[in-house]
């Protein structure tokens, strides 16, 4: 029997890569690597050759991108991506057209987000959608609390001061985590995790959520095949979240807000130029979910202005991304920005890699039992 083809299109990076490639071996599928987001790809090539077949492409490029992925009539039954490659209509259309030997059925993210797949196309074209729910929740929770402590603090104009050889101190004491107020936008599993470590450290925790009664999430090793690592969990290191049924109170009463949505037609643009103006004196916004949620624009000129009650923010997802990398805060000093690395440690990106691996060899064998798929 034909093995299944999958394309690799941005594998694990580093050490991790050898893993990944063995997880997808071992459940008998035939994998395609593209090598150019690969760190050594001669030593990918020595290491794996005769076992994998080898690519190298921009998958940014949608016609590259499209290409590879039907080379020679061929097709691939499963492509996974793990940077948010834009899956579109378009290809979609040409990655399943007739007349391939192997049309494409099933996309995997190695990750949470599917925003970058047009999931109403997917679904036109037969084509399934898995994801990596909670795979990285502790990470991305502990990289939001990173960022709180940075800007709280002043690390940042601290360290550029020294760095200049200038002795700065503090010209008024900041107030301690103990006094403040985090408000969590969407308490699923990223949110619950800050809310335990912000509790934990003293923070009074409110959370607003879209779904009516969300109180907790479901553990993401519930999701997952029993064959697939899974991360220690935290335990409870405080009272959970009180619930907020008002976004524009909860932006009023906290004095850090932070970000944990998907990107969705609803909540495209829900932080704007009104929203940001209820914050209170001195707030800071944190966003590690996805750039269109808040209005840059809106973000950058209120961070401009003096008289805004938004003193400072931390961005690590942005509208326009890797080749395309483009912000309004760019050059602003109480702007934080970080590369879209939040979820990126190791545990997670292995427990990810893997996951997505276990998931999409479940779908091609026609056991989606307990797999997550996203649907429009």
């Known amino acids: ?18 893993r990944e490639l063995e997880r997808l071996l071992g459940h008998g599928l035939a994998v395609t690597l593209n090598l150019r987001r690969v760190a050594d790809g001669a030593g990918a090539r020595a290491d794996w050759g005769g076992r994998v077949d ?9 016609a590259a991108l499209l290409a590879e992925t039907v080379r020679d ?5 499963a492509v996974k991506s793990r940077a948010g490659v834009p899956l579109r209509a378009a290809f979609l259309a040409g990655a399943t057209r007739p007349g391939l030997a192997h049309p494409l059925r099933v996309i995997g993210r190695a990750g949470a987000g599917t925003d970058h797949v047009e999931l109403a196309a997917a679904a036109r074209h037969g084509v399934t959608v898995t994801h990596t729910p909670g795979s990285n929740a502790d990470a991305v929770a502990e990289f939001a609390l990173a960022q709180l402590l940075a800007l709280t603090r002043g690390l940042r104009s601290y360290d550029e001061a020294a760095h200049r050889g200038e002795w700065r101190a503090a010209t008024a004491p900041p107030e301690e985590l103990s006094e403040l107020t985090l408000g969590i936008v969407g308490p699923g599993r990223i949110g619950l995790a800050l809310a335990g ?21 479901p553990a993401a090793r519930d999701l997952a095949p029993a064959s697939t690592p899974q991360p220690t969990p935290i335990p409870a290191s405080g009272p959970a979240p009180r619930p907020n049924r008002s976004l524009p109170d909860l932006l009023a009463t906290s004095d850090v807000v932070s970000l944990h949505l998907p990107l969705t037609p609803e909540t495209r643009g829900l932080i704007g130029r009104a929203e940001l103006a209820l914050m209170r004196p001195g707030a800071i916004l944190l966003n590690t979910a996805r ?3 808040v209005d840059e624009q809106a973000l950058a000129d209120a961070l401009r202005d003096p008289a805004h009650p938004l003193a400072a923010a931390a961005v690590d997802t942005f ?3 890797h080749a395309a990398f483009a912000s309004p805060l760019f050059g602003l000093p109480n702007a934080l920005l970080t590369p879209h690395v939040a ?3 190791r545990t997670a990106m292995a427990t990810a ?7 999409i060899a479940a779908l091609l064998a026609g056991r989606p039992e307990g797999i997550p798929v996203v649907t429009a």
């Not at 080898?54 to 949608?62: G, K, L, N, S």
């Not at 912000?198 to 959370?207: D, P």
């Not at 893997?354 to 998931?359: G, K, P, Q, V």
């Open 197 to 217: 470590r912000a509790s934990a450290l003293g923070m009074e925790v409110q959370a607003f959520s879209r779904r009516p009664a969300v109180t907790s999430a």
């Open 73 to 77: 009539g061929l097709g691939h039954h």
């Open 291 to 293: 750039g269109g949620i």
């Open 353 to 359: 890699a893997l996951r997505c691996a276990d998931h």
């Open 343 to 345: 979820g990126m440690t």
């Open 54 to 62: 080898f690519t190298d492409f921009d998958p940014f490029d949608e």
């Open 319 to 321: 509208e326009h991304e």
């Open 1 to 18: 029997m034909e093995r299944s083809r999958v394309l690799l299109v941005d594998a694990a990076p580093g050490a991790l890569l050898g």
